[in-house]
């Protein structure tokens, strides 16, 4: 079964600052995808970043970039000049191709962004 | 172009009874997958729904079921309820499933007394 875990229940930055969030993953497949997603305080789950496994090059959306280690699977998160409005739980998620859309999400991390 | 919908979006009920709740994806979208939050569980995968079949199940007992209508939008019923069904009950829809981003909706919070 895949397990997603991330060790960090808690993060804290300062605003305009970098911060990095772990995760780690474990399948027995080698064709899959990963995601972070940003839950807000009003629960909508918005998919930040997405990794195809097959991909070495790690992807980037604007201040959003992961470093994709698939040996070691592990899959982190960095934002870089973090805002007000980056304060959120960010879950970490993965998806086998082999079973349709289930998501398997980590516990989160709950990200604090301070002035 | 509309985002994925949930009704309703809370609810309280009490245990034994039973509960609907709907999800209405976004246009031209054929797969509705359902999640549940809990503070304790965190996100589990319940079910998943592609042109009204259901094609991937997680491991919830039978009170949990689903089903899609030919206008792809989907429902999942709880039978009597546990106090345990407390949570965020979230749907989120994909053109197809596989390679495509899922979009959540805002979820619906049931409260089980």
């Known amino acids: 079964a895949q397990t997603v875990t991330q060790s960090q229940p808690e993060m804290s930055v300062q605003e305009a600052e970098t911060v990095t969030l772990s995760c780690t993953y474990d399948t027995s497949e080698s064709d899959y995808y990963l995601f972070w997603y940003k839950q807000p305080p009003s629960r909508q789950m918005i998919l930040v970043i997405r990794q195809e496994a097959y991909k070495q090059q790690n992807a980037t959306e604007n201040r959003f970039s992961v470093n994709f280690q698939k040996a070691a699977k592990s899959f982190s998160l960095k934002i870089s000049d973090s805002q007000l409005g980056d304060a959120a739980m960010y879950f970490c998620a993965h998806q086998d191709t082999g079973t349709a859309s289930k998501l398997t999400f980590g516990t989160g991390t709950r990200l604090q962004v301070t002035l | 172009k509309a985002g994925v919908t949930q009704t309703p979006r809370y609810l309280i009920k009490t245990r034994g009874q039973q509960v609907t709740l709907s999800c209405s994806p976004i246009?031209?979208?054929?797969?509705v997958s359902w999640y549940q939050q809990t503070p304790g569980q965190g996100l589990q995968f319940l079910f998943e729904?592609?042109?009204?079949?259901?094609?991937n199940k997680g491991n919830f007992p039978g009170r949990f079921s689903g089903r899609q209508f030919s206008n792809s939008r989907s429902e999942m019923n709880v039978s009597t309820l546990e106090l345990g069904d407390s949570a965020l009950y979230l749907c989120a829809s994909s053109l197809q499933g596989f390679y495509n981003e899922q979009f959540f909706g805002p979820g619906t919070r049931l409260t089980v007394l």
């Open positions: 729904y592609f042109s009204e079949t259901q094609r």
């Open positions: 246009s031209g979208h054929r797969s």
